[in-house]
């Protein structure tokens, strides 16, 4: 089951750095959420999970995915963790870039055009890794639905999904962890 102030705990043990970072979205930081040490290990990823499937529980979706590799273990879990609470799921990776042989596909995974979708990322500043997996999806003939992160940075992510229209819901808020996000 999902219990925030496990996952708080975990994060602020495994993942939250303090120092001077790039971040994915190219933006300097002085903290950085490694979200890999808790989606990479059994008790987080399994908190993760719950969390999302309780986080989605009034949400119409048929399929989750986001981009390879930082969303892999998530939808793993998330399908396994439905399947035990009785929920059909498909899941779906995106790739950055085409695969250079056999389909040549984006979108990989058993989800269909027509499917709406809910896209997963572990942390999101910006959420340009996000976007670029709506981008995808939409394009292979998805309908997104809903964006959800483990951790939500605070520094504009929210926005830029509210720009293109789609709600977005997170687990933690960096405000969580007692972290003031700069003014974006």
Do not use: W
């Not at 999902?2 to 790039?22: I, N, S």
């Not at 499937?53 to 009034?58: E, I, K, V």
């Not at 779906?92 to 085409?98: D, G, M, Q, T």
């Amino acid at each position: 089951m999902y219990d925030k102030p496990q996952l708080l705990a975990l994060f602020r043990e495994r993942a939250l750095k303090f120092g001077d970072f790039t971040l994915a979205s190219g933006r300097k930081g002085t903290y950085y959420l490694d979200g890999k040490q808790i989606t990479l290990h059994s008790t987080g990823l399994n908190l993760v999970a719950h969390g999302l499937l309780d986080l989605l529980q009034d949400v119409e979706f048929d399929a989750i995915g986001g981009m390879t590799i930082g969303a892999d273990p998530i939808i793993g879990a998330v399908l396994a963790v439905a399947a035990i609470r009785g929920r059909d799921l498909c899941g779906f990776l995106v790739r950055k870039e085409a695969k250079g042989h056999g389909t040549g596909k984006f979108v990989e995974g058993p989800v269909k055009p027509g499917s709406k979708v809910v896209i997963i990322d572990d942390v999101v500043t910006t959420g340009g890794s996000s976007i670029l997996a709506i981008d995808r999806i939409k394009e292979f003939g998805c309908e997104v639905v809903q964006v959800v992160a483990i951790v939500d940075r605070m520094e504009g992510g929210a926005k830029n999904f509210a720009d293109l229209n789609l709600p977005f819901r997170s687990l933690l808020q960096i405000t969580d962890f007692g972290i003031t996000p700069p003014v974006v």
